[in-house]
Structures are given as structure tokens and as C-alpha cells.
Antibody
Framework: QVQLVESGGGVVQPGGSLRLSCAAS????????MHWVRQSPGKGLEWVAY????????KYADSVKGRFTISRDNSKNTLFLQMSGLRAEDTAVYYC????????????WGQGTMVTVSS | EIVLTQSPGTLSLSPGERATLSCRAS???????LGWYRQKPGQAPTLLIY???SRATGIPDRFSGSGSGTDFTLTISRLEPEDFAVYYC?????????FGPGTKVDIK
């Protein structure tokens, strides 16, 4: 079945770095754009970043621009989010999500991985 | 950046009743690029509607979306127990893609 599984979350100190991974299965990963979306504890959803099917056309939310980098390895059906310069306000559950055809809505979501930025 | 506002913040209804949720954008959403999601506690969101009015795969017909420009509506014709959850709208007409703050539908 179509599935996304995130990993790599954890506790990190302010200013630190973390790399999230998202393993995709059950669909042709290399023809779909992919996104990261986050949700702070008890709060709403925030779009974080997007990468096109071929690894190009990266887009970022202003809140993470210059600190986070989205990438993908189509040979391994895996999406990444490299996070650096982490701040307390980056604490959230991070979801990877598949782009639906030509619409930048998210039709498949992972279960999420928790990132906590704290000293 | 397009800011989305959702109303009401909380909607208290009984199973079987009709729910009407509103999403208003700070500027026109191009090509009606507006989606709706349902999020149950402890779960990832589920896509319900895209393109303002198209139901996603497997979504029952009690869910319908309408609207254009800056004003959009999600209607649930008859609430089922699994529909008591939080609903988010999202615009994808321009980057950055943005979500509304959510409407919680709870049991009256």
C-alpha cells in the first residue's frame, strides 16, 4: 500500500542540526513532488518545504529559509530535510507528504516524527 | 503571503446534523487552489477536497466544497461519529502555501 515513514526526529539543543528522512513505498516516488509540513504541539499546520519530482524547484517557508534544505534520493525512494540553526520555535511534529498530481495539496501523509529543540 | 481565516473556531453539533465551515483568504486564491483536510486526534491530516470543490479519492459524498476568490465553504451534510475532528483549509495558489488555523467540530 502507499506509505510514507518518517525518521530522524529527536531532542536537539538550540543552534543544533538534525536530518529527517522519509521512506516512500507503494507508488512511483520519482514522478511526484514532495513536501514537508509541521505541526507544533497543540497548534495548527505549517507548510515547510517542497521539492519537485526531479529534485529541482525547491521552495521554502520564510520561517525556515536559509536554515533548512529539502532534498531527495529517487534511487532510494527517500525524501530528506536537513535542518540547521534550530530554534525553540522549530519544535513540532514533522510530516512528509506527497503532492497530489498537479495540485499542491497533500494526498498521502506519513505518521510524523517529533523534533524538540531544547537546552 | 495569503492569510487564511477560518470560522467558527469551534462548532458544536450532534451526529446527523449539517456542518458548514468557512475559510476566507486575505487575497484572491488563484485558480481556486483551495483544499480541505480533516485531522483526528493523534493522526495525520486526511485530504478531503482539492480545487475548492473536488472530492479526493475515497472521500464520501457527504463532504462537499464550494466557493471561489476569497470565500470558501466546506459542508458536511450529515455528521458521522468520525467527523468530530479539526478541519483545516489550505491554499496552494501561491507560495508560500498556507493553512487556516482550523475549525474544531465537537459533539454537542
Amino acid at each position: 500500500q502507499v506509505q510514507l515513514v518518517e525518521s530522524g526526529g529527536g531532542v536537539v539543543q538550540p543552534g543544533g542540526s538534525l536530518r529527517l528522512s522519509c521512506a516512500a513505498s507503494g507508488f512511483r516516488f520519482n514522478i511526484f513532488g514532495m513536501h514537508w509540513v509541521r505541526q507544533s504541539p497543540g497548534k495548527g499546520l505549517e507548510w515547510v518545504a517542497y521539492v519537485r519530482y526531479d529534485g529541482g524547484n525547491e521552495k521554502y517557508a520564510d520561517s525556515v529559509k536559509g536554515r533548512f534544505t529539502i532534498s531527495r534520493d529517487n534511487s532510494k525512494n527517500t525524501l530528506f530535510l536537513q535542518m540547521s540553526g534550530l530554534r525553540a520555535e522549530d519544535t513540532a511534529v514533522y510530516y512528509c507528504a506527497k503532492k497530489f498530481d498537479n495540485d499542491d495539496v497533500f494526498d498521502v501523509w506519513g505518521q510524523g516524527t517529533m523534533v524538540t529543540v531544547s537546552s | 503571503e495569503i492569510v487564511l481565516t477560518q470560522s467558527p473556531g469551534t462548532l458544536s453539533l450532534s451526529p446527523g446534523e449539517r456542518a458548514t465551515l468557512s475559510c476566507r483568504a486575505s487575497q484572491s486564491v488563484s485558480s481556486n487552489s483551495l483544499g480541505w483536510y480533516r485531522q483526528k486526534p493523534g493522526q495525520a491530516p486526511t485530504l478531503l477536497i482539492y480545487g475548492a470543490s473536488s472530492r479526493a479519492t475515497g472521500i464520501p459524498d457527504r463532504f462537499s466544497g464550494s466557493g471561489s476568490g476569497t470565500d470558501f465553504t466546506l459542508t458536511i451534510s450529515r455528521l458521522e461519529p468520525e467527523d468530530f475532528a479539526v478541519y483545516y483549509c489550505q491554499q496552494y495558489g501561491s507560495s508560500p502555501f498556507t493553512f487556516g488555523p482550523g475549525t474544531k467540530v465537537d459533539i454537542k
